[in-house]
């Protein structure tokens, strides 16, 4: 799961990235609105969490403006005031649910679990193949009738090789799957990931195929 965060307070901006990684989701950080279009349009999201007080284009009109776009994403506002003219004025540009600041990351998670399954799609449902089982939206691995605790890379290349299960994946969208923006990627990082899952799950768990990418059995 793939979370573009937009908050242009910096330390809670890097203090939600951090703890959203740590939850194991993929998350980009944007310090301001005017580049949400764009980004949207650029990878495939599955929920957008928005500070409203933003510098330059504020984050109700980056709101409307994205469902103008008809992006249905989920959208959790952050907001520092909570009036009930604020919450209408929310829900009525197309938020989906509300945070007021100061919030406690627990409920954050809770949130963005809500929302993230609310949405009822394929995204949502529980991952087997090989014996595994991913729960995407509680970020829980179940292997052999044990939870697995995986790091958040692990996990993300995981998710995307259980999601494509039966089909090859290259390791080119593996690498997008696991990296944020502006982190650099490390040339045998997938295969390095990729051997510690088959450490994790059995030799057998992954095949590769050499020029193609790797895949889970289905
Ligand atoms: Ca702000």
Redesign the pocket.
């Known amino acids: 799961m793939r979370i573009l965060l937009v908050?242009?307070?910096f330390q809670l901006g890097e203090s939600l990235e951090a703890a959203l990684r740590m939850e194991q989701y993929a998350v980009d950080w944007l310090r301001s609105g005017e580049p949400v279009r764009a980004a949207l349009s650029s990878t495939p999201y599955d929920l957008l969490i928005l500070?409203?007080?933003?510098p330059g284009t504020p984050g109700l009109q980056v709101l409307r403006q994205l469902r103008a776009d008809k992006h249905r994403l989920p959208v959790l506002v952050?907001t520092?005031r909570s009036t009930v003219a604020d919450k209408v004025d929310g829900l009525d540009s197309g938020a989906d649910d509300f945070l007021t600041k100061p919030f406690d990351i627990s409920e954050l998670f809770a949130r963005v679990r809500a929302l993230l399954r609310r949405r009822g799609d394929h995204k949502a449902t529980l991952l087997l193949a090989v014996g595994i089982s991913l729960d995407p939206v509680d970020r829980q691995v179940i292997f052999e009738g044990e939870s697995v605790d995986l790091t958040a890379r692990e996990f993300a290349l995981l998710e995307i090789l259980l999601r494509n299960a039966g089909r090859y994946v290259s390791r080119a969208r593996l690498e997008e799957g696991i990296y944020s923006w502006g982190e650099e990627v490390e040339s045998n990082t997938v295969e390095v990931y990729v051997s510690r899952l088959r450490k994790r799950f059995g030799s057998s768990c992954i095949e590769t195929m050499r020029g193609v990418g790797y895949r889970v059995p289905a």
Do not use: K, M, P, Y
């Open positions: 908050e242009d307070d500070d409203l007080g933003l952050l520092a």
